[in-house]
């Protein structure tokens, strides 16, 4: 089932998520120190509950701080 995207509703409700979590490309130092910050934060909340609704983001935040050091990783 391919629901059609309500973009309408989709900006708004990124732009209110994105001012309550650094949920985007991680693009410097800064953005890596915010980002592991809020990780920390959701495993103290989370740990290894697959249960916890705020289990996803765990991964994704993870996912984007794991982009951001393979790019800036020194060779």
């Not at 998520?17 to 809020?38: G, M, V």
């Not at 990780?39 to 103290?44: K, S």
């Amino acid at each position: 089932m391919n629901a059609a995207l309500d973009l309408d509703k989709m900006v708004p409700a990124w732009q209110a998520l994105k001012s309550l979590a650094p949920l985007a490309h991680i693009e410097c130092e800064a953005d890596y120190e915010r980002a592991t910050a809020f990780l920390n934060d959701l495993l103290d909340l989370v740990r290894d509950d697959a249960g916890h609704p705020l289990y996803s983001l765990v991964a994704v935040v993870g996912d984007l701080i794991e982009a951001y050091e393979i790019d800036h990783e020194p060779r």
